[in-house]
């Protein structure tokens, strides 16, 4: 079983900055593509970003290209997000997940969810 715990959310102004940090434990981390979620009030869930389980490969949606960037640290078991030029409609519950790797990269069936992180981006 593997536990994922999402830190770094909070209250920013449109066009700064700001790093989700998601730790794992109780697996081995490096068996896992991981990707960063998010749900807005009202909406569904959305895909934001996912890594492979070795960090070579990276997606995004193309809402947040060119200013978010995941990364991955296997030897410390965390994966983060990092978030600039952020907007007004950023805001949301940010969700890290879990999805075994022996799936493969077309596989979009993640097994373990993070509690959410809050991030809401003033005008």
């Known amino acids: 079983q593997v536990q994922l715990v999402e830190s770094g959310g909070g209250l920013v102004q449109a066009g700064g900055s700001l790093r989700l940090s998601c730790a794992g434990s109780g697996g081995i981390f490096s068996n896992y593509n991981m990707g960063w979620f998010r749900q807005a009030p009202g909406k569904e869930r959305e895909s934001v970003a996912r890594?492979?389980?070795?960090?070579?490969?990276?997606d995004y949606a193309d809402l947040v290209k060119g200013r978010f960037t995941i990364s991955r640290d296997n030897a410390k078991n965390t994966v983060d997000l990092q978030m600039n030029s952020l907007k007004p409609e950023d805001t949301a519950v940010y969700y890290c997940?879990?999805?075994?790797?022996?799936?493969?990269?077309?596989?979009?069936?993640?097994?373990?969810w993070g509690q959410g992180t809050p991030v809401t981006v003033s005008s």
């Open positions: 890594i492979s389980w070795s960090g070579t490969r990276t």
């Open positions: 997940a879990a999805a075994r790797a022996s799936r493969g990269w077309g596989s979009y069936d993640y097994d373990y």
